[in-house]
């Protein structure tokens, strides 16, 4: 991401996300009502469009042009880690952490966060920027900025200074951010995530680590590639879903559901399958207990 910038992928989930909440309330998949105050002039005339009778389709192809399959991708997924969060509370998670949180907005818009702590962890530039666009809103006292330089300081540190309590089981979120890192990142990542206690779950978004080297192989992948790289939001990291339950279990966790778009897109927009997308993929797993515990 281009220093001093706001990242132009964080601001396309934020766009899909406003855009869904244009839609007849028994037809969309949720409402955020946050997601457009983060757009650009320009983005933001696209979801004013939508308001307005037979706008939506054009939107949609131009979007759907450009970034084969981010769409329905994009906001099918929102709903399913809305789903797997809603369902880690009702199994005793006692807080949240949503880590490079970006533009997400759980902790503001979710009723059912209503009364739950939520933490928010990333950089101090995005942070900053989200916390002006959201100046006109009422922040909730139970949730919680916290902003990190990963080049100064470690979760482990930040953790330390703000007390974080990692007896209570929890539920992190961690989506969009992976294919950004390094291995050793995500490493150092799961190593901090084993700290927090038996039973708490993490939702995290990958890429099939295919489509970093064999674009080709995915529909819209090799244009895909281009587009990030133009953006200085170049891909850097993906899982193979095969090796995925191995790797998670050195960390103590264990894998419980890891589904790919086409799988989220089927479940929540049936009707509006399309190609594309079909390397992101989103893991939903399970801290279990160390021996002896």
Known sequence: MKEGVTSRTAQYMALFRALETTRPKKQRLFTDKFAACFLDNSLRLGVWLCWIPGWRLLVEYIIRKKIPGALSSGIARTKYIDDLLQQSIAQGAQQVFILGAGFDTRGLRLPFLERMKVVEIDHPDTAAFKLSRLRAYKIPSK?????????????????AQNNFDFSLPSVIIWEG???????????????????????????????HEDILYHPAAFYGGEKLLQEV??????????????????????YQFQLLEDLGAAAYRERYWPYHMEQGYEFYRVAYTRRTPAAGQ
Request: glycine share 4%; proline share 4%; charged share 15%.
């Open 143 to 159: 949730v919680f900025y916290y902003q990190i330089d990963f080049n100064k300081q470690s979760l482990d540190q930040l953790g």
């Open 177 to 207: 951010v992976t294919n950004y890192l390094n291995k050793e990142a995500i490493d150092n990542t799961f190593a901090f995530l084993q700290r927090f206690a038996p039973g708490t779950t993490v939702i995290f978004t990958y890429v």
């Open 229 to 250: 790289a133009a953006l200085e939001e170049k891909w850097t990291f993906g899982f193979d879903p095969v090796a995925l339950p191995v790797y998670l279990q050195q």
